[in-house]
Each structure stands twice: as structure tokens, then as C-alpha cells.
């Protein structure tokens, strides 16, 4: 167990999940891991190796040469594959699937959760997911899962997608990439996206983005006083 201050959050895409989890982490001045964004990486390597996301065999034989590394500057956290800098190509609706579908795989996920607990032993760190708090940190007394109805999570997505320019999607698609995306993450067979009994469940519908961090907040220093 980790002698660093671990915090896990779990919680379906959309959830305001990475927006609460930076707003932590920037308030009790620790590192906040991304792990979606490192399955996006993984996503992307395996394209750009002509390996389908879905190809189990394949991405065995690729998985040793991919160099997933995760440092930190001066705007966050940042992915490399190798020395390659790919944080600012993650972002798309196709990695987001192709994350989604990858990380299906027992081999890719076994890669990444080690990576991640490594950062958890070494840092005090907020990492955020679909597995953290289930199988990355288990031990950890800080549990949360975020989540929010799928009707407010599109149109969060939406007005994201719309403040950078993206004008093509509808929020009907938007919709149905985000129940097909719960729906994958959360019946795969392998570590799927679920509640610990032990978790803090906050759900952001109703919520500002303070009064969830708010409510954060006092949990961890609740704990942390025991
Ligand atoms: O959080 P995100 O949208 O960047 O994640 C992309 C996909 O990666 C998500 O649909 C499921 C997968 N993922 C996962 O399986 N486990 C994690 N800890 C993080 C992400």
C-alpha cells in the first residue's frame, strides 16, 4: 500500500470527472493522472502499427514496444509514446472509441494499471478512470465515482465540442456515442466500470462544478483526519 496520498475516482465519460479531478489535485497541490488519455495513447499506437483495437493476438504482439510514458511540465500531465509528445492529438471521438474498445483487452489493461500504480507508489497523485478504484488503488480510503444522467452528459459534451469549433455533431449522435461507450465500459467482461460499496457516489447533474468540489474536498480531509 501506498504511503503517498492516493485518490481514486471512477465514473462514466462526460461525468465531469477530469475537470473535478484536476480542480483536486490543483487545490491539495498534487499530480492528477489522466488514465483514459493513456488508453487513448495506446489507441492511437496500435492504428498507427495497422493493428485493429479489437485484435487481441495483434496487440499482444505489439504490446512490448509500446513506450507509454506519462511526465509532467508546466501545462500538466502530458503522454509520450516514446520520446513522441501525443497529448494534444488524444482528444478525438475515434480515439475515444478506439480507447474504449482497446482497453477491453485483459493484456493492455494489465500494462496500463501497472504503469498507473507505479505513479500512485511514487507521487501523492489524483488519478481518474473507469478501473481506479476498483483495481489501480483498491487500498486507497479515498474512493469516489462521479457520475451524471446521459442526457446532461451530451449536452456537456456538445456545448465542449461546439466551444472548439466542432459544429457537425447533433446531440443525437452525441447521445448515442456516450450510451454505447457506458454500455462497453461498463459490461466488458474484465474489469468493468463499476461502484465499490466503499465509494463516495457524487452525481453532477444537478451539481455546479464547486458544489462537487466542495463535497470532494471535505471528504478527503474527513478521512484524511482519521
Ligand atoms: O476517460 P476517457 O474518455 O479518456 O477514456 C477513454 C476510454 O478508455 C474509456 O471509454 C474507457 C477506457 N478507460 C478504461 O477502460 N479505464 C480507465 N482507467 C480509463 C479509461
Do not use: W
Amino acid at each position: 500500500m501506498s504511503e503517498h496520498l492516493n485518490i481514486a475516482i471512477d465514473g462514466p465519460s462526460g461525468a465531469g470527472k477530469s475537470t473535478l479531478a484536476k480542480a483536486v489535485a490543483s487545490a491539495l497541490q498534487i499530480r492528477y493522472l489522466d488514465t483514459g488519455s493513456m488508453y487513448r495513447a495506446m489507441a492511437l499506437f496500435a492504428t498507427r502499427r495497422g493493428v485493429s483495437v479489437s485484435d487481441e493476438a495483434g496487440l499482444r504482439t505489439i504490446l512490448d514496444d509500446a513506450d507509454i510514458r506519462v511526465q509532467y511540465d508546466e501545462r500538466g500531465q502530458r503522454v509520450l509514446i516514446g520520446d513522441e509528445d501525443v497529448t494534444d492529438v488524444l482528444r478525438t471521438q475515434e480515439l475515444a472509441m478506439g480507447a474504449s474498445t482497446v482497453s477491453a483487452h485483459p493484456c493492455v489493461r494489465e500494462k496500463l494499471a501497472e504503469l498507473q500504480r507505479e505513479v500512485g507508489r511514487n507521487y501523492d497523485v489524483v488519478m481518474d478512470g473507469r478501473d481506479i478504484t476498483t483495481n489501480v488503488l483498491p487500498h486507497t480510503k479515498h474512493k469516489f465515482f462521479v457520475t451524471a444522467s446521459p442526457e446532461v452528459r451530451a449536452e456537456r459534451r456538445l456545448k465542449e465540442l461546439r466551444a472548439r469549433g466542432s459544429m457537425q455533431e447533433t446531440y443525437e449522435q452525441v447521445l448515442a456515442d456516450i450510451k454505447l461507450r457506458d454500455h462497453n465500459d461498463s459490461t466488458r467482461a474484465y474489469m468493468p466500470l463499476r461502484q465499490t460499496e466503499d465509494s463516495l457516489r457524487i452525481d453532477t447533474s444537478e451539481m455546479t462544478i464547486d458544489e462537487a468540489l466542495t463535497t470532494l474536498l471535505n471528504a478527503i480531509a474527513e478521512k484524511q483526519d482519521r
